[in-house]
């Protein structure tokens, strides 16, 4: 058995009619995340840490933001592909942790939410995945609520 380690990092920016999706969650908020896809920055980066921890390429060379396929589509599709992808591979998650920085909207009553969303798509219970939510003070960079960034680490192992 081998154990492996990814890192994955993502920022949208936020404006006005766009709907908000995070950890496949829709949350009430009067801006969205703009994106190719549905913003979904933190699915973002914990596909960047799944394929990081494979040892393959990222989330942009697997589904190119020019590709119309992809246009508007929900994040939580391209995480189900990248999942195929990592138990063709043979390869299961042991733990994935993450954090989600934002100014606004205060996303701590919707971790529950993210969890119910997420778990089943990446086949681990809720003690196996970590969602914290944490502001910049105010300080820029994901901050004064004009975008949103997201930080995950997985942990996985190949039999
Ligand atoms: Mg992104």
């Given at each position: 058995?081998?154990i492996k380690i990814g890192i994955g ?37 914990i596909?960047?840490a799944l394929?990081?921890a ?32 990592l138990?063709?591979?043979?390869f299961k998650i042991i733990h994935i942790d993450s954090i ?15 969890k119910?969303?997420l778990c089943?798509?990446l086949q681990i219970k809720e003690d196996q995945l970590g969602l914290k ?19 995950a680490v997985a942990l996985v192992n190949?039999?």
């Amino acid at each position: 058995m081998k154990i492996k380690i990814g890192i994955g990092y993502d920022i949208h920016r936020l404006e006005e009619q766009r709907k908000l999706y995070l950890g496949g969650v829709k949350i009430p908020f009067s801006l969205g995340l703009v994106g190719h896809s549905d913003g979904d920055g933190l699915i973002h980066a914990i596909i960047d840490a799944l394929l990081g921890a494979m040892g393959e390429g990222d989330i942009g060379q697997l589904f190119p933001d020019t590709e119309l396929q992809y246009k508007d589509i929900r994040s939580t599709e391209l995480l189900k592909e990248v999942m195929k992808r990592l138990r063709k591979k043979n390869f299961k998650i042991i733990h994935i942790d993450s954090i989600i920085i934002a100014d606004e909207p205060k996303l701590a009553s919707h971790i529950l939410d993210m969890k119910k969303s997420l778990c089943p798509i990446l086949q681990i219970k809720e003690d196996q995945l970590g969602l914290k939510a944490k502001t910049n003070e105010g300080l820029g960079f994901g901050s004064q609520g004009k975008a949103v960034a997201c930080w995950a680490v997985a942990l996985v192992n190949k039999k």
